[in-house]
């Protein structure tokens, strides 16, 4: 069954080195500041601006989702809530997939990211039937 794993009460059961991972950095509701970003180069904490999910960002989650389609997720963020809870709602509305009971209270969903990747997702079924008319026509 697809699903997605509470990481916090299941750990995972394999090391993330055989999992097929995206990892981005991207701000939940504005550019921010952070100060505890550690630099190993450096050995120092540094302040970066860390943006909104760029275009690029959800065009890596929509791929990433299309090309993982039918296995199990696990998605987080920061928080835990609002730009995690964006992709499981776009898995759940889309791609037919559930999530555990015992997960669903935490799920409120970042509407930037969650309206970005459906507008993404909307003009990919848009190319896809344009595709399907041309070769109808020809």
């Known amino acids: 069954q ?9 750990p995972l059961q394999c ?10 950095w ?8 952070v100060t505890h970003l550690y630099n190993k180069d450096t ?13 690029e960002d959800i065009k890596n989650i929509y791929e990433f989702i299309v090309k993982n389609q039918g296995k199990n997720f696990y998605v987080s963020c920061y928080a835990g809530r609002a730009r995690s809870g964006a992709i499981v709602t776009f898995l759940q509305d889309f791609f037919n997939y559930e999530i555990h009971e015992q997960n ?3 799920i409120h969903a970042n509407s930037y990211v969650l309206n970005k ?10 190319e896809q039937w344009q595709e399907r008319q ?4 020809s």
């Open 104 to 106: 669903k209270y935490r």
């Open 15 to 24: 090391e993330l080195s055989q999992l097929d991972t995206l990892v981005l």
């Open 43 to 55: 050995g120092k904490f540094e302040e970066k601006l860390v943006p909104l999910a760029t275009d």
């Open 2 to 10: 697809q699903g997605f794993e509470d990481f916090h009460t299941k």
């Open 117 to 126: 990747l459906c507008y993404l997702h909307f003009d990919k079924q848009i």
């Open 134 to 137: 041309d070769n109808e026509n």
């Open 26 to 33: 991207f701000a939940d509701v504005a550019n921010v500041q």
